[in-house]
């Protein structure tokens, strides 16, 4: 995804081969090999480990596929449907309240990882998925609004203590992810208390930086819509949406 996004700023990767742990391979090999997994994984998704994928981690996926067929004419995203739709038929929690999805499948399998929920991983994947179906992600954002704790003039996001101890999330990092979010479906009320419980944080210094800064700095510079036309291109409609 961010060297995606590097191609398009710059007109080229930044470097001509990927190399980690002995393994080297470029771009576009990379691109298309996730992809390919995508079209013969039996849950329609690519895998981090142990055969199970994850919702955040393909959301990243769908946005790579969308910025290499921009970029490069390729075919990806229409693999981009069935993965979604391997979210919206098995990944999503039944019971209302809490997270609102289970963030990963059992091995080579659609069926979910019951046992597996978080907020945290919920507001990242949500964040993600608006350059790709902003319209229900808005949907799935307002009934996941249990999940913010409001104030008088702040919000913020409370994560469990064992995301908190495995350092898997963090209550400012969620409270991050919700900012950028709200910044970037338009609802600017939420994103003034959120943004104000992160402020003086941010002013101090905060643990993890430069994720927790950065986050902070792209929802001060988002617009409505921005996230997505960072993907979809300027001239796309911000309305087309692959569902």
Not at 185 to 199: D, E, F, P, V, W
Not at 210 to 226: D, F, H, K, V
């Amino acid at each position: 995804t961010f060297v995606g996004f590097y191609v398009d700023a710059f007109g080229e990767v930044p470097a001509e081969r990927i190399e980690l742990d002995g393994q080297s391979t470029t771009y576009h090999a990379l691109s298309e090999n996730l992809w390919r997994q995508m079209t013969e994984s039996p849950n329609c998704g690519v895998s981090c480990y142990h055969h199970q994928s994850m919702v955040m981690c393909n959301a990243h996926l769908l946005i790579n596929n969308l910025l290499h067929d921009r970029l490069f004419g390729t075919h990806f995203a229409p693999a981009n449907e069935s993965w979604l739709k391997t979210v919206n038929e098995h990944l999503l929690a039944a019971d209302a309240g809490g997270p609102l999805f289970y963030y990963g499948t059992q091995p080579d399998a659609v069926e979910p990882i019951t046992a597996k929920r978080s907020v945290g991983a919920d507001i990242w994947a949500l964040f993600l998925m608006s350059a790709v179906v902003p319209s229900r992600v808005a949907e799935w954002f307002e009934s996941w609004q249990g999940n913010i704790t409001y104030g008088e003039r702040s919000a913020r996001v409370t994560v469990t203590e064992d995301d908190a101890k495995s350092e898997f999330s963090s209550d400012l990092l969620s409270t991050s992810w919700a900012f950028c979010l709200t910044r970037e479906l338009g609802q600017q009320r939420r994103a003034k208390l959120l943004r104000n419980t992160l402020r003086d944080q941010i002013a101090a210094g905060v643990e993890l930086d430069p994720l927790l800064s950065g986050l902070y700095l792209l929802g001060e510079c988002l617009q409505p819509g921005s996230f997505r036309s960072l993907v979809m291109g300027a001239r796309e409609n911000s309305h087309a949406e692959i569902v």
